[in-house]
């Protein structure tokens, strides 16, 4: 499979962008900085960069309470989100939203999403507007390990495939739905063919793969775009930090952690690989490093800057008119 | 008799419901904790530890589940159709949307359509309310809707006393029971008994006592109008503070009574102001004790807005002292 060099150079940047974003608003939620409940996606980058290189603006991702990764990879405003979760009005969500739901409408992002397997319903009747529409437009939904187990999942993957739309389930696998371990919340052994039941193929990657992501959400999203109805991607890769910013982590094994960062990463795997195929060089790869590096740090000195919001924004934006003279 | 937050209070309870009643049981996401990992199975108790060491003495009745709200009330309202006495852990009383059905349709109304032959006596604990920037799907009350459903007894404890009485009170209870914890109080602490104890439903708790102005709050408002009716002890100002503790049954005959004594009442709730608590209160007075009412009933409570993400937002969102301070001189005239 060949990849345009622009076409890889942008995934490098996004996943290096979406690490750099969430190691920092780690550091600022240590500082007191950031508010609220934070989930870090840290590690899992190459699942969201993977799957939103097919994608264009008009196509939709909904994500999840762990949705900086997603956003970020789907286009959003990277500063407008960092002062979103410093609370700024001048966040993406004017501070309404925060972490857990950053949004971008205009971007095709319909949503961080507090609650879980919120999303896969949502994102189904995105792809039945495009199915109506007949635009060739997909919708995405990103959701967990921990969704799987949701009514709603289960719903919106059955009606997927009985309305014929252009749905795409992207799970993702990080092994711990919060603080449970995917083999005790998931009573059967084969997720994938539990999955594939309910009538849509599934693909499945190594999320520390930029590269087996990217193939495996070609073939779903092809599929779905195609008119084929509903496709779906696994990606397993683990989380780095815990649930949420702060979390013991007591259901981590010896050296889970470590083997992670060590071995199962996407930011190294992918210079490995350049390494090989010497289809982008070092320098170019350090360039898009110290690129990303400005970019985060500017991102939160404005972030820092904004304008915090007063009382009278508190009821703004509960509807659009509402009430006599509205 | 000492020290105790909220949390280890509640935790406390449950523990000596434990101990006391084999038939009842824990069940909900994470109360063990790290099931089927390679690390501390046990060691989590609930996302704010409520259920800590419960699972390290009982682990056949601490029992996590996948993330799946709807079976888990549905799990608990089943074991007590027949028998147990669950207590399930709702992470966040926001997620009753993902399992209304099963609170509302399912176990709120079995006995009354089975014509008075079932009993379920199934608790549903829910972490509640605002105060911790976390916007607006893990920040709301969501008592005040469960109120307006027959069938379902609902407890609001504002502080740890209280807490740990009314969770016991609830186990013991046939009905099912929906206890709501202000999470913004799990850490505040105050004198509890180590031993059991039990709290009756509909018996409100009169925080303060006073002459001029009757004041009705729920839940983490309770500390708030407390302090804010103390601030207007030094101007002159008494003020009847009433808990009610439980929004279902509602001790009606404390708060008329108060209001008949002092002509003037105001009710405190952070959930938004719509068929809420607030106007359910007033609505009471208004048809009950209008003729003591010497000035306008008064309510202080969230604006018709979903819960703002941003401290400065979430601070002007929920009511606070100067707004129960104003409250309260305003049915002075």
């Keep these: ?326 | 008799m000492s020290q105790k937050t909220m949390r280890d209070a509640i935790n406390e309870a449950l523990h000596q419901a434990m101990e006391q009643d084999e038939s009842v049981f824990v069940i909900g996401e994470d109360v063990a904790g790290c099931n089927g990992s390679a690390g501390d199975v046990g060691a989590v108790g609930g996302v704010f530890g409520v259920t800590t060491g419960i699972y390290h003495r009982w682990p056949d009745r601490c029992i996590d589940t996948p993330i799946s709200e709807s079976a888990i009330v549905g799990a608990a309202a089943g074991a007590a159709l027949v028998g147990m006495r669950p207590v399930a852990e709702i992470m966040f009383a926001d997620f009753i949307g993902v399992c209304m059905d099963q609170i509302v349709n399912q176990m709120a109304k079995f006995r009354y359509m089975f014509g008075g032959k079932s009993r379920c006596p199934a608790v549903i604990r829910f972490s509640a309310g605002g105060g911790f920037s976390a916007a607006g799907q893990h920040s709301q009350a969501m008592y005040q809707v469960m109120t307006s459903f027959p069938g379902l007894k609902v407890v609001v404890p504002s502080n740890a006393y209280d807490a740990k009485g009314l969770l016991l009170t609830a186990i013991a209870d046939d009905d099912p029971v929906l206890f709501f914890e202000p999470k913004i109080l799990y850490q505040e602490t105050c004198e509890v008994p180590d031993d059991p104890y039990t709290i009756p439903f509909g018996e409100a708790n009169f925080v303060r006592e006073g002459d001029d102005v009757t004041v009705v709050a729920f839940g983490q408002m309770v500390p708030k109008a407390a302090a804010a009716i103390d601030e207007l002890a030094e101007e002159g100002i008494s003020c009847d503070l009433i808990d009610p503790r439980t929004t279902s049954p509602l001790d009606e005959g404390a708060i008329l009574e108060s209001v008949a004594a002092t002509g003037r009442l105001v009710v405190v709730d952070e959930a938004p102001p719509r068929c809420g608590l607030t106007a359910d209160i007033a609505a009471l007075a208004a048809d009950k004790a209008f003729a003591s009412l010497k000035g306008p009933i008064k309510q202080v409570c969230a604006p018709h807005s979903p819960t703002p993400f941003s401290p400065e937002l979430e601070a002007a969102y929920l009511p606070d002292g100067n707004k129960i301070k104003a409250a309260i001189k305003a049915t002075m005239g």
Aim: glycine fraction near 12%.
């Design chain 1, 1 to 326: 499979m060949s990849i345009p060099s622009e076409t890889l150079s942008n995934a490098y940047r996004l996943m290096k962008t979406i690490r750099e974003f969430e190691e920092r608003v780690n550091a600022e939620i240590m500082n007191g900085q950031i508010p609220g409940f934070t989930h870090l996606y840290t590690g899992q980058e190459a699942n969201a960069v993977g799957v939103c290189a097919h994608l264009d603006a008009s196509d939709t991702i909904i994500s999840t309470h762990r949705g900086h990764g997603h956003c970020i990879a789907k286009g959003a405003d990277v500063s407008g989100m960092m002062k979103e979760l410093f609370g700024s009005s001048e966040g993406l969500c004017k501070g309404k939203g925060g972490s857990m739901h950053v949004a971008d409408i205009d971007k095709g992002i319909l949503g961080a999403n507090g609650i879980v397997a919120g999303g896969p319903p949502i994102s189904v009747g995105s792809a039945l507007a495009a199915k109506i529409r007949k635009n060739g437009k997909v919708a995405v939904s990103f959701s967990g390990d921990g969704s799987v187990n949701q009514g709603t999942c289960f719903e919106a993957m059955n009606m997927a495939v009985v309305l014929e739309v252009p749905a795409v389930f992207v799970i993702e696998n990080n092994y711990y739905s919060e603080h449970t371990n995917i083999s005790y919340a998931v009573g059967c052994d084969d997720l994938k063919a539990r999955t594939e039941a309910f009538g849509f193929p599934v693909f499945v990657a190594d999320g520390a793969d930029f590269f087996a992501v990217y193939e495996a959400a070609g073939k779903a999203i092809d599929h779905a775009r195609a008119g084929h109805g509903p496709a779906g991607v696994f990606a397993e890769q683990g989380r780095y930090h815990g649930h949420f910013v702060g979390d013991p982590q007591h259901y981590r094994g010896e050296g889970e952690l470590d083997d992670l960062r060590e071995n199962h990463d996407c930011l190294k795997n992918f210079r490995a690989r350049m390494a090989e195929t010497n289809e982008l060089d070092a320098a170019t790869l350090d360039a898009i490093d110290a690129d990303v590096m400005a970019e985060i740090e500017q991102a939160v000195v404005d972030a820092k800057a904004a304008a915090r919001p007063t009382a009278a924004q508190v009821t703004e934006d509960v509807y659009i008119n509402y009430g006599a003279g509205a």
